[in-house]
């Protein structure tokens, strides 16, 4: 066995998050999960900055919320949040590849899909923003935010009103405005740099402190675990669509339960029905 090939025992990598913890960024997707992990305060902070809506209050929050989809891909969110009845996903964005208008738009259509009970009327789906915060410009002409929304050609380009909306927050934006500030700290590892206090202080708890560093060590153990699973019951659904093994055998290949299993297979026939 090479070593690249090594299984890493829970000690190794617990040893491995701690070793990269101080060079960590609010762009590194599974520590910006970690960071706002059970702060809505923070969520709302950021909000306000990119929505310039300083009475915006978050009413509901989840980091790393997981969007099923039985028939294909499911997604997991890096952060998740609920205003005035509307559902918003904050995306991270290293790469311009992650970034893609076709992923936001399957971004923005899985919330809509996982957003109404069977039956529930359509004038039922919330407003939605999907958010992706990019570590470069995306679309290349210096604007600190980039906003789409459905248009109507034929009628004077009249919004479409589907209350759906994609933002791209510019990373590479470094103005001296709440928003550049928040760019700023974004890309700080360090918190000593950070302009906002109140991300400073909690980047400073999360790296510097013994209680902080178990805290990530955790949180970030649970989202390994999460993502996992996730992997675990795509790789499922895939053999049950095969029919050719049972479903023992795909509880022994996958890691899940055989009533797991069984459970996927009913739900993939009644959708197939």
């Given at each position: 066995?090479?070593?690249?090939?090594?299984?890493?025992?829970?000690?190794?990598?617990?040893?491995?998050?701690?070793?990269?913890?101080?060079?960590?960024?609010?762009?590194?997707?599974?520590?910006?999960?970690?960071?706002?992990?059970?702060?809505?305060?923070?969520?709302?902070?950021?909000?306000?900055?990119?929505?310039?809506?300083?009475?915006?209050?978050?009413?509901?929050?989840?980091?790393?919320?997981?969007?099923?989809?039985?028939?294909?891909?499911?997604?997991?969110?890096?952060?998740?949040?609920?205003?005035?009845?509307?559902?918003?996903?904050?995306?991270?964005?290293?790469?311009?590849?992650?970034?893609?208008?076709?992923?936001?738009?399957?971004?923005?259509?899985?919330?809509?899909?996982?957003?109404?009970?069977?039956?529930?009327?359509?004038?039922?789906?919330?407003?939605?923003?999907?958010?992706?915060?990019?570590?470069?410009?995306?679309?290349?002409?210096?604007?600190?935010?980039?906003?789409?929304?459905?248009?109507?050609?034929?009628?004077?380009?009249?919004?479409?009103?589907?209350?759906?909306?994609?933002?791209?927050?510019?990373?590479?934006?470094?103005?001296?405005?709440?928003?550049?500030?928040?760019?700023?700290?974004?890309?700080?590892?360090?918190?000593?740099?950070?302009?906002?206090?109140?991300?400073?202080d909690r980047a400073n708890h999360l790296k510097n402190s013994e209680g902080g560093?178990?805290?990530?060590?955790?949180?970030?153990?649970?989202i390994s675990a999460d993502r996992e699973r996730q992997r675990a019951v795509r790789?499922?659904?895939?053999?049950?669509?095969?029919?050719?093994?049972?479903?023992?055998?795909?509880?022994?290949?996958?890691?899940?339960?055989?009533?797991?299993?069984?459970?996927?297979?009913?739900?993939?026939?009644?959708?197939?029905?």
């Amino acid at each position: 066995m090479t070593r690249d090939m090594e299984v890493k025992t829970p000690e190794q990598i617990r040893e491995k998050i701690l070793a990269k913890i101080p060079e960590f960024k609010l762009m590194d997707d599974t520590y910006m999960s970690a960071f706002f992990n059970g702060r809505r305060d923070l969520i709302e902070f950021v909000l306000r900055i990119i929505m310039n809506d300083d009475k915006l209050v978050v009413t509901n929050d989840k980091t790393q919320k997981v969007l099923k989809n039985l028939q294909g891909r499911s997604l997991i969110l890096d952060v998740d949040a609920i205003f005035d009845n509307k559902e918003v996903d904050i995306e991270v964005q290293q790469e311009n590849k992650g970034a893609k208008p076709k992923r936001a738009r399957f971004h923005s259509s899985m919330m809509d899909a996982n957003a109404l009970l069977p039956d529930q009327d359509f004038d039922k789906l919330p407003e939605t923003y999907v958010i992706f915060i990019t570590s470069r410009d995306y679309w290349g002409k210096g604007l600190p935010v980039y906003t789409a929304d459905r248009r109507i050609k034929e009628l004077d380009m009249m919004p479409f009103g589907d209350e759906q909306h994609i933002i791209y927050v510019n990373g590479e934006n470094a103005s001296d405005t709440p928003l550049g500030k928040l760019m700023h700290d974004f890309k700080c590892s360090q918190p000593k740099d950070m302009y906002y206090k109140n991300l400073a202080d909690r980047a400073n708890h999360l790296k510097n402190s013994e209680g902080g560093r178990e805290e990530m060590c955790k949180i970030m153990d649970e989202i390994s675990a999460d993502r996992e699973r996730q992997r675990a019951v795509r790789i499922a659904i895939n053999l049950i669509n095969r029919g050719k093994d049972t479903a023992q055998e795909i509880a022994d290949l996958t890691g899940l339960t055989v009533e797991e299993i069984e459970q996927l297979a009913a739900q993939l026939a009644s959708i197939t029905a």
